[in-house]
């Protein structure tokens, strides 16, 4: 981050949209991740915070983003901007028009979020500016189905609080 008040901006945007104030902002329960140092290389405008089971937290450009990747073939990530919250989705089997509109729904726990998804590039869609509630049931939650147009994909959301509380550790300091 190139200065504190972005930091603290966007800790307090994850803090409001989870929840989060006082005392338990930060607060981890078990699981909690365990910082290591990551096995491929990254670009210097990269720091690797930490991983708990199947996610990983980064630093990249100066947003905070959490990277889900079970080995299945795709990944999901939540990306922490300023003043907004993303959530995508890359999936090596898809065919993706940049650009392009898709259907997502996502049921976490019985939950059900939809919206529209864009394509950013041939294997990537991204739904932008989540909302309050599908972020609390990312946190809160175990698993999610996903949807995105005729593709179903099964999320595990084990790790996702641990590795979430650990990247808002980081940005206070902690």
Do not use: C
């Amino acid at each position: 981050m190139s200065t504190m008040r972005e930091a603290a901006r966007v800790l307090m945007t994850v803090a409001v949209l989870l929840g989060l104030d006082g005392p338990a902002l930060g607060q981890v329960l078990a699981p909690t991740a365990r910082e290591i140092v990551p096995a491929t290389p990254v670009r210097s405008d990269q720091t690797f915070i930490a991983r708990s089971n199947h996610w990983t937290a980064w630093l990249v450009d100066g947003k905070l983003v959490f990277i889900e990747d079970d080995g299945g073939g795709f990944n999901s990530a939540i990306i922490v901007n300023p003043d907004t919250i993303d959530f995508g989705i890359t999936s090596e089997a898809w065919q993706v028009t940049p650009g392009a509109s898709y259907d997502m729904q996502i049921s976490i726990d019985g939950q059900v979020f939809s919206g529209t998804a864009i394509g950013t590039n041939n294997t990537t869609v991204q739904m932008r500016n989540i909302n309050r509630a599908f972020l609390q049931n990312l946190y809160w939650g175990r698993s999610a189905l996903i949807r995105v147009n005729q593709h179903d994909l099964v999320l595990s959301l084990t790790g996702s609080k641990a590795i979430i509380d650990a990247g808002l550790r980081y940005l206070r300091g902690g």
